[in-house]
């Protein structure tokens, strides 16, 4: 008989449905009908079938306990929110600008387009080829002269002259050559009314054959400063001979 009330418990449990209300009804239902009263049988033949109807109850009660606790213990399915992803922002960094270089590069070879000579100037001679003029960066307090020197030929010997004349607060504020410093022998001085800069090759040197840049730097007083009255004197020595070439300043080009 226990096998039997075995099969049957499997049975209703494998059909049974986690419904609560259901399961708290049939519990109700069992505690009310437990408080029915019938007339007491005797003993000797009510024993069986209250034993048989205690098994009955005891296993409805607990797969109704287990059903209980599987409802109760499985939390309900909860949706997941997903932020969506806030893309980063992207700094750009910007370069800063690069400094003007305080020596301006020599310009290009000469070519077809070469300067007009003015009245009293010889601006090529044998090997040598020159341009001069105001550099561009000038401003109304400070002024720079370049003279552009070309040679076909390696020159043994080389003086570079500017004269730059008094036109009111001149005053030297440096030089530079593209050539190498130790080659030459440099000198500033005011006479006969001008500043003049001076380059003189170093005996034992030679500059070699190519286009050479020589400027000189100085203020001035305020204002546009004419170049009218400036001039330059290129004298050297080659191979071939002696060579001079001279002229005046062109406006900034």
């Keep these: 008989m226990n096998d039997e009330i075995s099969r049957r418990l499997r049975e209703a449990a494998d059909t049974y449905q986690p419904d609560r209300a259901r399961m708290l009804a049939r519990v109700q239902r069992g505690a009310t009908g437990s408080g029915v ?121 080389l003086t570079v002259e500017l004269r730059i004349a008094q036109t009111g607060g001149l005053q030297n504020t440096g030089n530079w050559r593209t050539l190498p410093s130790d080659d030459f022998t440099v000198t500033v001085q005011e006479t006969g009314g001008a500043l003049v800069y001076r380059w003189v090759l170093k005996p034992g040197r030679t500059v070699p054959v190519g286009q050479h840049r020589f400027a000189g730097q100085f203020n001035h007083a305020t204002g546009v400063r004419s170049a009218t009255g400036d001039g330059y004197r290129v004298d050297a020595q080659s191979a071939g001979g002696s060579a001079s070439v001279w002229g005046g300043f062109t406006a900034a080009h």
């Design 37 to 157: 009263r019938h007339r007491t049988p005797s003993i000797r033949r009510s024993w069986p079938k209250a034993a048989l109807a205690a098994l009955a109850t005891t296993g409805i009660l607990a797969t109704g306990g287990l059903a209980v606790a599987g409802m109760v213990g499985t939390p309900s399915p909860s949706a997941t929110a997903t932020a969506p992803a806030v893309p980063s922002a992207t700094v750009t960094s910007v370069p800063a600008p690069s400094a003007r270089p305080t020596e301006p590069a020599p310009s290009a070879t000469p070519g077809s387009s070469r300067p007009t000579a003015s009245p009293g100037s010889r601006i090529q001679n044998g090997p040598l080829w020159s341009d001069a003029s105001v550099d561009p960066h000038s401003t109304v307090y400070w002024a720079q002269s370049n003279l552009t020197l070309r040679t076909t030929q390696p020159l043994s010997a």
